[in-house]
T-cell receptor, first 116, second 113 residues
Framework: GAVVSQHPSWVICKSGTSVKIECRSL??????MFWYRQFPKQSLMLMAT?????????EQGVEKDKFLINHASLTLSTLTVTSAHPEDSSFYIC????????????FGDGTRLSIL | EDQVTQSPEALRLQEGESSSLNCSYT??????LFWYRQDPGKGPEFLFT???AGEEKEKERLKATLTKKESFLHITAPKPEDSATYLC??????????????FGQGTTLQVKP
């Protein structure tokens, strides 16, 4: 089946640091990638939708300048959490969707971000 | 406002004890309903897609059904390895061609041997 790789799986850093998370589709071209945030024992909340070669679309309440998204190729999207603070600590998950509308989104295994 | 609600929040079953999980939804335009399984510390794993009322899909001990207002995930004779959180998501029009997913809160299933 389709594979989406997310890296790193776990990161701990100091407050004020910027952190970059990569999301790669390994065996298909992903015209659209999605970034989610998940708090403990809660469901996935969509943060933004990124389309290859264009600006990301952010959901209401998500700070564009805090969460920078780049989707420079059909297999790679990155999420950069800028000047991270403890409240940004969370589980971040990406998904990728091929052009075929009948195909579901395939998810990476997530990145556990802890800001000290 | 688009909304997806799953029940129960948690479910404990004995091995072999069949049951059903519910996902009810209120959305402006349903493009598809998806079931995913999520293990702790992992991303969701795709199980089923349903597009129209009356549709059913099966995979091993799991069977998903869809009506105009809700979906059920039936688990027949579950095994301990079926323990996980089951997420329901509806696909609605969004900024991309594929739309976007709105997730329910999930049902955490524990199957005891």
């Amino acid at each position: 089946g389709a594979v989406v790789s997310q890296h790193p799986s776990w990161v701990i850093c100091k407050s004020g640091t910027s952190v970059k998370i990569e999301c790669r589709s390994l065996d298909f071209q992903a015209t659209t990638m999605f970034w989610y945030r998940q708090f403990p024992k809660q469901s996935l909340m969509l943060m933004a939708t990124s389309n290859e070669g264009s600006k990301a679309t952010y959901e209401q309440g998500v700070e564009k300048d805090k969460f920078l998204i780049n989707h420079a190729s059909l297999t790679l999207s990155t999420l950069t959490v800028t000047s991270a603070h403890p409240e940004d600590s969370s589980f971040y998950i990406c998904s990728a969707s091929p052009w075929d509308l009948n195909q579901p989104q395939h998810f990476g295994d997530g990145t556990r971000l802890s800001i000290l | 406002e688009d909304q997806v609600t799953q029940s129960p929040e948690a479910l404990r079953l004995q091995e072999g004890e069949s049951s059903s999980l519910n996902c009810s939804y209120t959305v402006s335009g349903l493009r598809g309903l998806f079931w995913y399984r999520q293990d702790p510390g992992k991303g969701p794993e795709f199980l089923f897609t349903l597009y129209s009322a009356g549709e059913e899909k099966e995979k091993e001990r799991l069977k998903a059904t869809l009506t105009k207002k809700e979906s059920f995930l039936h688990i027949t004779a579950p095994k301990p390895e079926d323990s996980a959180t089951y997420l329901c998501a509806v696909q609605v029009p969004g900024s991309s061609n594929t739309g976007k997913l709105i997730f329910g809160q999930g049902t955490t299933l524990q199957v005891k041997p």
